[in-house]
């Protein structure tokens, strides 16, 4: 049974969907079974690993609205073995369908539960939001993964976000667990930088991942060819920061012993 883990900040720009598909694409080339779910109406993770979600004729969103079985849509992409549950525009009107359904918290687990079994890994991929389709992400997830830009306003919301995930836990999904806080969009040039993830490390302490993901050009130029930063350049530095970062995750989940040798070497690298 696969592990769900919900990709969420509200806070835009801070590194969500790059996270959410290079995670994938990193634990993928390390021969685990990954699903991505787009549970954002950009559908920015859909066109990050190369579709066109113009050509997306059913999506997520008919899987929670609709009841459309998520296995006659999920998607294989270039990268072996990751699969994509794909998101489109009309994502958008789910806030407002899902308002007078009963269990309406919990629909999109009710979509995962039926592929679950299917995958080692589940990510979702959520809007900069709190909103109800985040609130569903979150009561299906096992766990949350929470991206923070190492910029000045690093904690801005953080609080609000943590007080939203104990509320789930309170009601909706006690067994919900952070995963982890992940610093990105590093400059190992400013004092700043430095400075924000010093203070980030010093409040949030163990929850903190030890992989810190620099900014990086190709990180950047991946999405636009559809690719995975692993399938675009995978000596990049954002390629290794990805693939330590799988290694943590890995690690907290007590499934590093499965890694062929080879693999787990490439993770070491740096």
Same mark, same amino acid.
């Given at each position: 049974m696969g592990k769900v883990i919900t990709i969420a900040n509200q806070k835009?720009?801070?590194?969500?969907?790059?996270?959410?598909?290079?995670i994938c694409g990193s634990l993928a080339v390390l021969e685990y079974n990954v699903l991505l779910?787009?549970?954002d109406p950009q559908a920015n993770a859909t066109s990050g690993v190369g579709f066109n979600p113009k050509n997306i004729k059913t999506s997520i969103y008919e899987c929670i609205i609709d009841n459309v079985n998520p296995a006659d849509i999920i998607?294989?992409?270039?990268?072996?073995?990751?699969?994509?549950?794909?998101?489109?525009?009309?994502?958008?009107?789910?806030?407002?369908?899902m308002i007078n359904?009963?269990?309406?918290?919990?629909?999109?687990?009710?979509?995962? *539960?039926?592929?679950?079994?299917?995958?080692?890994?589940? &990510?979702?991929?959520?809007?900069?939001?709190?909103? +109800?389709? @985040? =609130?569903?992400?979150?009561?299906?997830?096992? *766990?949350?993964?929470?991206?923070?830009?190492?910029?000045? &306003?690093?904690?801005?919301?953080?609080?609000?976000? +943590?007080? @939203? =995930?104990?509320?789930?836990q309170s009601r909706l999904n006690p067994s919900l667990d952070i995963e982890g806080i992940l610093l990105?969009?590093?400059?190992?040039?400013?004092? +700043?930088a430095k400075q924000v993830v010093e203070e980030v490390k010093t409040h949030f302490?163990?929850?903190?991942?030890?992989?810190?993901?620099?900014?990086?050009?190709?990180?950047?130029?991946?999405?636009?060819?559809g690719e995975t930063i692993i399938m675009h350049d995978a000596g990049s530095t954002g390629a290794i920061n990805y693939l330590n970062l799988a290694r943590e995750i890995l690690q907290?989940?007590?499934m590093t012993k499965t890694i062929r040798t080879d693999?787990?070497?490439?993770?070491?690298?740096?």
């Open positions: 835009g720009g801070v590194g969500k969907t790059t996270t959410a598909i290079n779910i787009d549970a998607l294989n992409t270039a990268t072996p073995n990751l699969d994509i549950l794909p998101a489109h525009i009309d994502l958008v009107g789910a806030e407002i369908e359904l009963p269990n309406r918290e919990n629909m999109m687990q009710q979509v995962i *539960s039926t592929v679950k079994d299917n995958y080692d890994f589940i &990510f979702i991929d959520c809007s900069p939001s709190l909103g +109800l389709v @985040t =609130i569903n992400a979150l009561t299906a997830a096992d *766990s949350v993964l929470i991206p923070v830009q190492c910029e000045y &306003f690093a904690l801005e919301g953080l609080g609000k976000l +943590l007080n @939203t =995930i104990k509320i789930v990105t969009m590093f400059d190992t040039r400013l004092r +700043l302490q163990q929850m903190v991942f030890k992989t810190i993901i620099n900014r990086n050009t190709r990180l950047g130029e991946a999405p636009s060819f907290k989940n007590n693999k787990f070497n490439l993770l070491n690298e740096n």
